[in-house]
């Protein structure tokens, strides 16, 4: 008996390995852990866009335009190394030396930024309102980030520049959130945390002047991502919520977990890597304890698997679909409300390619957005380290037959088929539980650039529409099957109060 009501309730915590055979639990008395924001999956745009004069990246072109509206609703948060090197200049007319907000500071700030020597870039007034209707259009909300490097000769920040983009975008209707510099804690620090949050409050005071911007998020400070061996990002952080958290509304910081350029095949299919996620969520989380920053939200404000652009070999591929994937699940389930893929564009990650295709990541993000709902249920599987699966409500558009259901979406990073025996949703041992189930593959090329829905290769319309994704209806039981090095989505229609 006491086996019997230890199976009902779900909640097994121990790990049984069965080979090719898992288990994936649901416990159906506490099914909801944490809750996401309906813009969870975001997107960045990296300011060298901006820098590189909108190269190839054609604002008005229809094409662009619907495919980047079909990963709405999200932030579009533009920023990046090169925010702290851009100058708004409201008109091409305007020339530097008679607008006092565009002067040269007293020394160059390529002796603040621990980056490679790069001129300071204007942007224009004409190219901010077309970047402002692009997200107008495709339906995204605009978080800008502004440059901290304008320092004044005291070293605090020189807010002119800032002042004019901000009365700029007033003056025309735009509605935006805020960020103040990019990844502080790389800065050669001669300002510090303290500075920053300094600087983060007048920036604050001076959005409160406008009706428009005195309920805008201010988002920061932008740290990198923790690091045992190099802990200032852990400092910084912590010392920078300790002064600033009044100033901000959001606590953002990056993550990556390997350099692109060294990358090699097999960090795109290693649990140990994917697994460095949880622990600096973990650090992160235990940072905003610890600063009484607990009602601030956390965001993941850029991130790809690899830094510098990308993998050139991989983060264009299908090998690059499992750990992004992951990417989402963990940080879901660990109470990240959103997630800023790095980049919409430009870059070996891009989710676009220069040629307007979509590369694999698109295609995911696509499904995610479509399958998987805000509540993230509590779920316990025995699938190990190689197969990985995680357990939302479903999305509101993907409900079965007016029935509520959860999506179950994940991976089998193996080379056999992994069977999933399903516990805990079908009280009825007799009746069959019928899984709704779309399975990705590359048919066998984890390096190609095609991806294929239970075998039919994904591209968009010839109208640059998301073509209707065909589902196969699957018999839970005895088991779901994964097939090796496959990508699945599976929507479970339920009779049970989990999603209700």
Known sequence: MALKLWFSFSI???????????MLFFDEYEPIISKIDTKFLSLGLDTSVIQNGFKKFNMSNPK???M????SPANLRVGGNMADRLIFVPSKDDSKHNLKYSEQNPESSDEYCNYVSTQNFSMYGQDWLMLNNLTRKTNLDMVFDLNALRRLSNDSWDSRNAEVLINFSNKYGLNLDWQ???EPN?????FNYEELASDFLKLKKILKKYKRYGSSLLIGPDTTRPDISHKESMKYLEEFLAKGKFAIDVISWHQYYFNGRTANQSNFLDPVIFDILKWQIDVVKFIQKKTNSTSKEIWLGETASAWGGGSPKYSDKFIACFIWLDKLGTAAKNGIDVVVRQSIFNGHYALISDTYEPNPDYWISILFKKLVGTRVISCFN???SRVRLYCHCSNNKAQENGFPSITVYGMNMQNTT???HIIGLDRDPRTSLKVVSYTISSKGSLLGKNIYLNDKLLKLTSTND????????????????????????????IKSQICN
């Open 186 to 190: 790389s800065f050669r620090h001669k």
């Open 12 to 22: 097994l915590l121990g790990v049984y390995d069965f080979g090719s055979t898992h």
């Open 418 to 420: 992994a069977k999933i």
């Open 466 to 493: 998301v073509p209707h994704f065909q589902p196969k209806i699957v018999d839970a039981k005895p088991y779901v099957v994964i097939p090796p090095f496959s990508i699945v989505f599976w929507i479970i229609p």
């Open 180 to 182: 103040l510099g990019n």
């Open 382 to 384: 025995s699938t190990g």
């Open 64 to 66: 662009l335009i619907k």
């Open 68 to 71: 980047i509206s079909h990963l």
